[in-house]
């Protein structure tokens, strides 16, 4: 079993900068693949970044490539998600994803997920 807890959301302005963390207990951290989805009312759940156990491969949704960095730290059992230059179109409740592959959390359909967390950008 895999926890994962997800904090850093909150309210801020077109423009602004978030960093949203994902704390993992459980199954060794350091051999689980984890990412980022997000969910906006009404509309489907995206996929946003996606990050190897190495750390070596990376992957990013079209619509946050360029502004969202993710990144990890095997030693603080946590990942991250960096958001720059966040417009209204990204505010959403994002969800931490893990699983042994990261392709599998690209395709949606990772084995653990956290409880979310609320990002709203206003205009």
């Known amino acids: 079993q895999v926890q994962l807890v997800e904090s850093g959301g909150g309210l801020v302005q077109a423009g602004d900068s978030l960093r949203l963390s994902c704390a993992a207990s459980?199954?060794?951290?350091?051999?689980?693949?984890m990412g980022w989805f997000r969910q906006a009312p009404g509309k489907d759940r995206e996929f946003v970044a996606a990050?190897?156990?190495?750390?070596?491969?990376?992957y990013y949704g079209d619509s946050v490539k360029g502004r969202f960095s993710i990144s990890r730290d095997n030693a603080k059992n946590t990942i991250y998600l960096q958001m720059n230059s966040l417009n209204p179109k990204d505010t959403a409740v994002y969800y931490c994803a893990a699983d042994q592959r990261a392709l599998t959390i690209v395709a949606g359909t990772s084995e653990y997920w956290g409880q979310g967390t609320q990002v709203t950008v206003s205009s």
């Open positions: 990050m190897s156990w190495s750390g070596v491969s990376t």
């Open positions: 459980g199954r060794p951290f350091s051999r689980s693949a």
